[in-house]
């Protein structure tokens, strides 16, 4: 692409420039979301296994 070119760069429309840019970041952002969203879940994973070793259901439990 002719955006990424350092030559043509200046050639091409600053506002496309930015979108391009917010473009990139809001992909970057929902990637670390879905990175937190992983970890959290194999934290859960991992706590609801140590309840099952100590005999207690996770999935039984009651949440306030």
């Not at 496309?16 to 992909?27: F, I, K």
């Not at 670390?32 to 005999?55: F, K, S, W």
């Amino acid at each position: 692409e002719l955006v990424n070119d350092h030559i043509y760069r200046s050639y091409i429309l600053w506002e496309y420039q930015a979108e391009r840019q917010r473009a990139e970041a809001e992909r970057q952002r929902a990637e670390a979301e879905r990175q937190r969203a992983e970890a959290e879940r194999q934290r859960a994973e991992r706590l609801a296994e140590r309840l099952r070793a100590l005999g207690v259901d996770p999935d039984t439990l009651e949440m306030d």
